[in-house]
């Protein structure tokens, strides 16, 4: 019960008692009252400040919980649920799962990997070789964090016709030619080993005038690897990409899984046919420059001078051949 009632009852109880044997006091009585009601209010205020103390005092208690440093199993076990994410990225048709994941790993138990998944058990260096191996991802990524998910560490080379022994041995399903959609036209290649696995070779040439001497010498190795491929009947497995230069960064970085971005029939673009066209024999040729840009027709150019330079020097090597002979 409130403490000012309380007391504003008893000095009435009182009160009505004195003035029934002494009249005239009623102004005093009054002024007793007022004087315990004050009181009695301002108990009742005091208290709940003390509780606001009390409860500000809990909340700045609550607030400050030790944090704690994730281990390095913990890390690690964070990067290898990033890997599937990034395997999920835009695939909502046919997501792959860690049941999907340990399959195509051939484990015995899809536990072995959903336990390394979940930071309960640590994996070994000889396990984490095998996730990489099985999946294109980068190791020092997934042990260390550094790097890219999808980086390619090996050496590259300086002429794209050198890549072709090794685009022999990997078999791939896929060779993309994936161009940026800039002035500068860089150009990388991708080869898909699998449905989940791709390969990144982090070298970029420019198909456009944005090059010297060794850049056309490039634009000419470039031709000659895609003839070279069509020859040998591999055109069919040959497929072109332009993106914008965002995307383009984040799949020449290894950021993103690429099936995220070449999983788009829609964006097929067979830039790399049109570029061989060098002499203009397609009907569309004329439109290679409004499709492609001016860049495109200059790295067309280049090769054929090259071309030419060529069967010039072999005709005068020819003749001096035939007088010698």
């Known amino acids: 019960m409130n403490i000012a009632i309380i007391l504003n009852t008893i000095v009435l109880i009182a009160s009505l008692l004195w003035i029934a044997f002494e009249p005239g006091f009623e102004p005093f009585i009054v002024a007793i009252t007022t004087i315990l009601t004050l009181i009695g209010l301002s108990i009742k205020s005091s208290k709940p400040k003390k509780k606001e103390i009390e409860i500000d005092s809990q909340i700045i208690l609550e607030a400050e919980p030790e944090l704690k440093e994730p281990t390095e199993v913990e890390l690690v076990a964070s990067r290898f649920r990033e890997s599937l994410e990034l395997m999920n990225e835009g695939n909502s048709y ?3 799962t860690i049941a999907k994941l340990a399959q195509l790993m051939k484990l015995h ?3 072995e990997l959903e336990r390394v998944f979940n930071a309960e058990e640590e994996p070994s260096f000889e396990f984490i070789d095998h996730f990489c191996n099985t999946f294109g991802i980068y190791k020092d990524w997934l042990i260390h964090g550094q790097g890219t998910p999808y980086n390619n560490p090996e050496q590259t080379n300086f002429d794209p016709l050198a ?4 685009i022999e041995k990997e078999n791939p399903n896929r060779i993309y030619f994936i161009m940026n959609n800039s002035k500068v036209g860089e150009v990388f290649m991708l080869l898909e ?11 970029t040439w420019h198909v ?8 056309r010498s490039q634009i000419y190795g470039l031709y000659k690897l895609i003839r070279k491929l069509k020859k040998n009947y591999h055109s069919s497995k040959c497929g072109g990409r332009i993106l914008e230069p965002e995307v383009f960064e984040k799949l020449l970085s290894g950021r993103v899984f690429p099936d995220s971005v070449l999983s788009r029939p829609s964006h097929e673009n067979p830039w790399w046919d049109d570029f061989t066209d060098v002499y203009g024999k397609y009907p569309i040729s004329s439109s290679y420059e409004g499709w492609y840009g001016k860049g495109f027709s200059y790295a067309q150019s280049v090769v054929r001078d090259k071309l030419e330079s060529e069967s010039a020097n072999k005709s005068m090597q020819q003749t001096a051949n035939a007088a010698a002979d």
């Open 163 to 166: 890549y072709y022994s090794e």
């Open 94 to 96: 046919s997501p792959f």
């Open 208 to 215: 456009s005038s944005h090059v010297g001497g060794g850049g």
């Open 193 to 203: 080993l699998s449905d989940f696995k791709y390969k990144i070779l982090q070298r």
């Open 109 to 111: 138990k899809i536990g």
